[in-house]
């Protein structure tokens, strides 16, 4: 973002974004594509706020805050998460 905020532009799409990055900065193709691959998801970013505030809740609670369930939910979405990580650090 800072560096369409420095040609003057701004952006709310990230697909929006790669097209200016090409066209002023003269990214190619392969830029281009490790560009979209390494942006995080709406869900993704979601899911670390979410589990920061639940994390921060049940840290200071007096009685429980999840059930199994919801655990569980958790534990297979961060695994997701590192998965995709990992992924886009081997790649």
Do not use: W
Not at 52 to 76: P, V
Not at 81 to 86: A, H, M, Q, R, S
């Amino acid at each position: 973002m800072a560096l369409i905020t420095n040609k003057k532009y701004s952006s709310k799409n990230h697909y929006a974004t790669i097209l200016i990055l090409i066209k002023e900065y003269s990214i190619t193709k392969d830029e281009a594509i490790l560009l979209n691959e390494l942006s995080i998801s709406k869900e993704d970013a979601e899911l670390y706020t979410n589990l920061k505030a639940d994390r921060h809740d049940a840290s200071y609670a007096t009685d429980i805050k999840f059930n199994q369930e919801k655990i569980n939910d958790y534990e297979n979405k961060v695994m997701d998460f590192i998965n995709k990580t990992e992924e886009l650090i081997s790649a």
